[in-house]
């Protein structure tokens, strides 16, 4: 007898995009008012040092090293108070502090590099990466969500940071994590590939948009692929997942089926948006089109999504 009921993937896609590889136990079932207090009294606790969307990294052996102990942390003028506990790796506690200095002020040895060049250029490791990202979400739901929402009074940080406290009305606040969906509207021949204002130049990638309030994933892919290219699509399906601290979001990564072919693109929203055959695809991924045209880096979930689809053979 087998308990497999359907082909569910062996390997899980998101696994593999970037921010994914974080091996923190969270042990959200434990957390208290005085996790942190912990954590700072333990002397296996390791720490993230963040500031104005940066991450401060160490000079070490040619590389990076983004992990402080608490002695060490002194010089950064960390804000412990406001410290969040992401959870406990097999050495101790992970702590993600906001550092009182500015990047201006660093030490020589001491870098201050934005997250996503962190994640882009692979300065750290793929654990490191993902405590990253879940510190780098909850600092920044912290920094603007000091307010109660109901009565605007000052809320105070508690349990270990997973959660806001209201003084005066006792309404609690829990971290928000915003769905996105990015979708690739593909046939076996070619897909939908459009490119954003911002875009790097020569950049091509999947749409994408945030989901609503009371509406579905697939719904929201419809809505958005509609919305910016002007096509109606079937069938959706997910694909995978990438937490994406910008500031807290999760990319929810589908594939959608066309129903017709002509596009009309929003050019509010986008620069281009055009049909891709697969091979010019592949050429894309690869770096090596003759036009320079390139999809997202490989840690991007869009690149993910491009690359199941053009292997789909
Ligand atoms: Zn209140």
New binding site residues.
């Given amino acids: 007898m087998s308990f497999r009921l359907f082909d569910a993937p062996v390997r899980e896609p998101s696994q593999f995009v970037g921010f994914a590889g974080n091996t923190i136990d969270r042990q959200s079932e434990n957390r208290a008012d005085d996790s942190v207090d912990k954590a700072l009294a333990d002397p296996t606790t390791r720490l993230l040092l963040m500031n104005g969307g940066r991450l401060y990294l160490k000079l070490a052996d040619g590389g990076f090293d983004p992990w402080y102990r608490i002695a060490e942390s002194d010089p950064f003028s960390p804000s412990f108070d406001q410290g969040v506990l992401l959870g406990f790796s097999e050495q101790g506690p992970v702590l993600a502090v906001l550092a009182g200095i500015d990047a201006e002020q660093l030490p020589e040895t001491v870098k201050a590099i934005d997250y996503r060049s962190v994640y882009m250029q692979g300065l750290i490791d793929e654990a490191a990466a993902g405590a990253m990202a879940q510190g780098a979400a909850l600092l920044a739901w912290h920094a603007s969500h000091r307010f109660?929402?109901?009565?605007?009074?000052q809320?105070q940080m508690r349990a270990g940071g997973y959660k806001r406290h209201?003084?005066?009305?006792?309404?609690e606040h829990f971290p928000r994590t915003d769905p996105v969906a990015i979708m690739l509207t593909a046939t076996r021949d070619k897909c939908l590939l459009g490119r954003g204002r911002h875009f790097a130049p020569g950049m091509y990638s999947a749409l994408a948009g945030f989901i609503e309030p009371g509406e579905t994933i697939e719904a929201a892919v419809r809505r958005e692929t509609l919305e910016e290219a002007g096509i109606r699509l079937g069938r959706v399906v997910y694909h995978a997942s990438q937490p994406w601290p910008f500031p807290y979001s999760l990319m929810i990564g589908c594939f959608g089926e066309p129903l017709n072919e002509d596009i009309q693109a929003d050019l509010n929203e986008l620069e281009d948006c055009r049909w891709f055959l697969r091979d010019e695809v592949r050429l894309m991924l690869d770096r090596t089109h003759p036009d320079m045209l390139v999809t997202p880096p490989k840690g991007a979930i869009a690149h993910h999504l491009i690359r199941a689809w053009v292997d789909s053979e």
């Fill in positions: 109660c929402s109901k009565c605007g009074t809320s209201c003084p005066n009305c006792g309404t």
